[in-house]
């Protein structure tokens, strides 16, 4: 996981490359005043190593940062076929191509140095990802995100001056920063100060819900064996990139509200780890707020209380894994004090709803708080997560139709509502919790967003499978043994934490404009 910064634009200094190595303090003076103001956003992400390269002669500057996961390590931004192209690359690769040894970032750079096209590389690109080409010859910079929109990215061209910017976060700005549409190249002209026309890597067909109805179930039973598969290989090629080092001496952590989705992956995770004979710790990390509109304690919040009884029935599913509950409080005053920067981190996103999702999800992946101790005596003893990659159970609920709304809808009508979600997962909800969780200088993956279970998903899966998600209930009872987790309801993040509706203004909604 990485952090992106690109500026093309007027820059004066002659040729410069500056390295940030790790823990070192980043102060960057590029000559750009924008540049020098995104470049600690983005060093956040990426706290092993960053750098600063710039470019008089084609006016550009590129600011990017590494969080160092796979070997060997390779220090961005890299510099590929004699200098025609400089690769900025965010995220992970699961291509089997690269194997589970192999570094992603590099493997585009050898398929670039291989005189393959910038469309091609892209096209075949699986993964969670965002990046910049900048092609010095053609004079274009090609810049987007992975065809389900899993990292951040956000550019605008500056009204006064033609300048293009691309950066991965922001912060609130006077520029008109707006977030990149998944799975569009976007091509800018660095002649003409214009972006030219964008490519889709989108296969639309893999959007499609199918409309087929199974009244009598009759295929449930190899549904069921189809989604365990196809969910088993996604966990499984988001372990297996974890480079071994990671794996040998650094938990997994999983973002836990103790409910049915992300209860799957840890369980998923958990049968992954015995077939690779590991003891990895898997962290489960959970957030509760004081609230003082309901004098409701962390320690009382439905998702609290509801995590509590989920960790105990996955350890007696999997005794033999080293799992822990770290128990994330958070009191009023730190809400306070913590608001300012998640609203900042979210930009452009600034409802009151988007606010208390973020905030859930800052904490949760800042992870400090309390583990109870082992030794019987229900001690808490204070804990500070030690993962650097989490786990995420977002996506189910669109895929497996899992919102309240969907209850009643006629078969047109849900396969409409699935398919727009699913569409648009990357502007509800993806561009705006990893800003917020990768600010943490951890990286988030998605075993639900998996290209191939989205698409066994949408076009394969019958849609009556597909209320109140029949069908990964059943999966999770009849494949993974989560008894009374299965029939959990859902519950969103911000009423689960409690933190939503901090105060007794009961004129707020969640569409409201944050003040």
Same mark, same amino acid.
């Given at each position: 996981?990485?952090?992106?910064?690109? @500026?093309?634009?007027?820059?004066?200094?002659?040729?410069?490359?500056?390295?940030?190595?790790?823990?070192?303090?980043?102060?960057?003076?590029?000559?750009?005043?924008?540049?020098?103001?995104?470049?600690?956003?983005?060093?956040?992400?990426?706290?092993?190593?960053?750098?600063?390269?710039?470019?008089?002669?084609?006016?550009?500057?590129?600011?990017?940062?590494?969080?160092?996961?796979?070997?060997?390590?390779?220090?961005?931004?890299?510099?590929?076929?004699?200098?025609? @192209?400089?690769?900025?690359?965010?995220?992970?690769?699961?291509?089997?191509?690269?194997?589970?040894?192999?570094?992603?970032?590099?493997?585009?750079?050898?398929?670039?140095?291989?005189?393959?096209?910038?469309?091609?590389?892209?096209?075949?690109?699986?993964?969670?990802?965002?990046?910049?080409?900048?092609?010095?010859?053609?004079?274009?910079?090609?810049?987007?995100?992975?065809?389900?929109?899993?990292?951040?990215?956000?550019?605008?061209?500056?009204?006064?001056?033609?300048?293009?910017?691309?950066?991965?976060?922001?912060?609130?700005?006077?520029?008109?920063?707006?977030?990149?549409?998944?799975?569009?190249?976007?091509?800018?002209?660095?002649?003409?100060?214009?972006?030219?026309?964008?490519?889709?890597?989108?296969?639309?067909?893999?959007?499609?819900?199918?409309?087929?109805?199974?009244?009598?179930?009759?295929?449930?039973?190899?549904?069921?064996?189809?989604?365990?598969?196809?969910?088993?290989?996604?966990?499984?090629?988001?372990?297996?990139?974890?480079?071994?080092?990671?794996?040998?001496?650094?938990?997994?952590?999983?973002?836990?509200?103790?409910?049915?989705?992300?209860?799957?992956?840890?369980?998923?995770?958990?049968?992954?780890?015995?077939?690779?004979?590991?003891?990895?710790?898997?962290?489960?990390?959970?957030?509760?707020?004081?609230?003082?509109?309901?004098?409701?304690?962390?320690?009382?919040?439905?998702?609290?209380?509801?995590?509590?009884?989920?960790?105990?029935?996955?350890?007696?599913?999997?005794?033999?894994?080293?799992?822990?509950?770290?128990?994330?409080?958070?009191?009023?005053?730190?809400?306070?004090?913590?608001?300012?920067?998640?609203?900042?981190?979210?930009?452009?996103?600034?409802?009151?709803?988007?606010?208390?999702?973020?905030?859930?999800?800052?904490?949760?992946?800042?992870?400090?708080?309390?583990?109870?101790?082992?030794?019987?005596?229900?001690?808490?003893?204070?804990?500070?997560?030690?993962?650097?990659?989490?786990?995420?159970?977002?996506?189910?609920?669109?895929?497996?139709?899992?919102?309240?709304?969907?209850?009643?809808?006629?078969?047109?009508?849900?396969?409409?509502?699935?398919?727009?979600?699913?569409?648009?997962?990357?502007?509800?909800?993806?561009?705006?919790?990893?800003?917020?969780?990768?600010?943490?200088?951890?990286?988030?993956?998605?075993?639900?967003?998996?290209?191939?279970?989205?698409?066994?998903?949408?076009?394969?899966?019958?849609?009556?499978?597909?209320?109140?998600?029949?069908?990964?209930?059943?999966?999770?009872?009849?494949?993974?043994?989560?008894?009374?987790?299965?029939?959990?309801?859902?519950?969103?993040?911000?009423?689960?934490?409690?933190?939503?509706?901090?105060?007794?203004?009961?004129?707020?909604?969640?569409?409201?404009?944050?003040?």
């Amino acid at each position: 996981m990485c952090g992106i910064l690109l @500026y093309c634009g007027a820059v004066s200094g002659g040729e410069r490359y500056v390295e940030f190595g790790e823990g070192a303090a980043v102060e960057v003076s590029s000559g750009v005043p924008e540049v020098d103001r995104v470049a600690p956003y983005i060093a956040a992400r990426g706290p092993n190593f960053s750098s600063l390269r710039s470019s008089q002669d084609n006016d550009l500057c590129w600011f990017s940062s590494v969080l160092s996961l796979r070997q060997p390590f390779v220090k961005q931004s890299v510099i590929v076929a004699d200098g025609r @192209y400089v690769l900025q690359f965010n995220g992970e690769l699961y291509n089997s191509e690269i194997g589970n040894s192999g570094n992603d970032t590099q493997f585009i750079a050898d398929a670039l140095e291989n005189n393959e096209s910038v469309e091609s590389v892209l096209r075949r690109l699986d993964g969670e990802f965002a990046y910049t080409i900048t092609d010095t010859i053609q004079k274009r910079v090609y810049f987007g995100r992975d065809a389900v929109g899993k990292r951040s990215l956000s550019y605008c061209v500056d009204s006064e001056t033609d300048a293009l910017y691309v950066a991965s976060v922001t912060g609130i700005t006077p520029l008109q920063y707006v977030n990149c549409i998944a799975g569009t190249v976007y091509i800018y002209d660095m002649e003409s100060h214009t972006q030219d026309d964008s490519i889709t890597l989108v296969n639309e067909s893999d959007r499609e819900v199918t409309p087929q109805e199974d009244p009598e179930m009759t295929q449930l039973p190899q549904t069921i064996g189809r989604l365990y598969s196809s969910l088993t290989n996604a966990v499984s090629r988001r372990i297996t990139t974890i480079h071994p080092k990671h794996i040998e001496n650094s938990p997994i952590s999983v973002l836990f509200s103790g409910g049915l989705d992300c209860s799957v992956i840890v369980a998923l995770i958990c049968q992954q780890l015995a077939q690779l004979s590991t003891n990895t710790v898997v962290e489960l990390l959970n957030v509760g707020f004081e609230n003082p509109r309901t004098k409701m304690q962390p320690g009382d919040t439905p998702d609290r209380k509801l995590a509590l009884q989920s960790y105990k029935t996955l350890h007696e599913l999997f005794p033999e894994v080293d799992m822990r509950l770290v128990e994330v409080d958070v009191p009023y005053k730190q809400y306070l004090e913590t608001r300012p920067k998640v609203i900042d981190l979210m930009y452009p996103k600034n409802t009151e709803m988007d606010l208390s999702i973020a905030i859930a999800f800052y904490f949760a992946a800042r992870g400090v708080g309390y583990i109870t101790a082992t030794d019987n005596s229900e001690e808490r003893k204070p804990y500070i997560r030690k993962g650097i990659v989490l786990f995420s159970g977002l996506g189910a609920d669109e895929l497996y139709g899992g919102y309240h709304k969907f209850a009643n809808k006629t078969t047109p009508e849900l396969v409409a509502e699935l398919k727009r979600q699913i569409s648009n997962i990357h502007d509800r909800n993806l561009n705006r919790d990893d800003k917020v969780i990768a600010a943490n200088g951890v990286e988030v993956r998605y075993p639900f967003l998996d290209e191939e279970v989205i698409r066994m998903s949408t076009t394969t899966i019958p849609i009556s499978y597909k209320t109140n998600k029949l069908v990964l209930r059943r999966m999770a009872s009849e494949k993974l043994g989560l008894g009374p987790i299965a029939d959990e309801p859902k519950r969103a993040i911000q009423f689960g934490s409690r933190s939503a509706k901090m105060t007794k203004d009961g004129n707020k909604n969640g569409t409201d404009i944050l003040k």
